[in-house]
């Protein structure tokens, strides 16, 4: 599932065509992805202006001009893609529609936006933007990594007295909106902690340190454009490349990248999935 790297890299894909401008007409072809479609969706979106397209955790948040919010997600194989060359820089002319272009947004502007979900886990809905925040899907989310509310006092606060291993509490969502399983087995390991460790045993200050190395990872993964491992493309169509500099995930069985350190990287499952770390150099 794509993780907030990939999310922020298809908004700032989709930001140029859609900030500012009128969805002309919006088709929607079937009644639902995850969850049914809100009612007369199509309607509500058709001829209304994008004021802002923002991010929430993994959720793009588009601002209409009606005072209505749309809420998207990728879901499990979604994807948003781009074409026509309103701007001069999409190299993409408008493709023949495919079986699983369940959503178009056709704008004035020329550009055609198609989110494309062949496992139908992406999901859509519209909501008041002044109640944003109290969505059910957003009431419950910690701070977001990349904002000021998130720094070394709140994680360690969130850690003190904690029992469950420090990865489970990092893919917290409550804690910190937005990670994922890549990001939180590299950010670890960047830190030196094993992903075994209780959250509430760790040193304050090894804590702390992790609030810059979390930030450092999605921000180079950011510039990368993300991490394409299956369904993943970014908003022109393109792959993310963030893979290539992965230091465990999915290395299992590899020499660990650490200077000085001669340990191989190894493979455990908790709570259903994959942790990648060395056993040598993560404590």
């Known amino acids: 599932m794509p993780e907030l790297p990939e999310v922020e890299t298809v908004r700032r894909g989709l930001a140029p065509v859609m900030e500012g401008q009128v969805i002309a007409r919006a088709e929607v072809n079937r009644a639902d992805l995850r969850w049914p479609f809100p009612e007369r969706m199509s309607e ?3 001829g209304r202006r994008i004021e802002r397209l923002g ?3 993994k959720y793009l948040m588009a601002d209409l001009d009606s005072g209505e919010t749309l809420l998207m997600h990728l879901g499990m194989s979604g994807r948003m893609t781009v074409s026509g060359d309103p701007l001069g820089v999409f190299t993409h002319e408008h493709a023949m529609p495919e ?3 369940h959503v178009v947004f056709h704008m004035e502007n020329g550009a055609r936006i198609v989110f494309n979900d062949p496992r139908r ?3 859509m809905d519209l909501m008041e933007t002044a109640r944003a925040a109290e969505h059910r899907l ?4 910690g701070p977001e990594p990349l904002g000021n509310d998130f720094h070394e006092d709140h994680l360690v606060a969130a850690f ?3 029992n469950t291993p420090v990865k489970a509490a990092l893919l917290d969502q409550g804690i910190v ?3 994922g399983n890549i990001y939180v087995c590299e950010a670890l390991f960047r830190a030196g902690i094993s992903p075994r460790r209780k ?3 760790i040193a304050a200050a090894r804590v702390a340190g992790l609030v810059p190395i979390i930030r450092q990872v999605l921000a180079e993964a950011i510039e990368a454009g993300g991490s394409s491992l299956k369904d993943y493309r970014r908003a022109d169509g393109e792959l993310g490349y963030f893979q290539h500099s992965f230091d465990v995930y999915g290395r299992a069985g590899e020499a660990c990248r650490k200077p000085g350190c001669d340990g191989t990287v190894a493979r455990l499952v908790q709570s259903g999935r994959s942790s990648f770390h060395c056993p040598k150099c993560q404590r």
């Open 44 to 46: 509500r979106l058709s």
């Open 55 to 57: 991010r929430r955790s």
């Open 99 to 101: 079986k699983h272009d």
């Open 121 to 123: 886990f992406g999901a």
């Open 138 to 141: 957003i009431a419950a989310l």
């Open 160 to 162: 003190r007295g904690k």
């Open 177 to 179: 909106a937005g990670l």
């Open 199 to 201: 959250a509430g045993q």
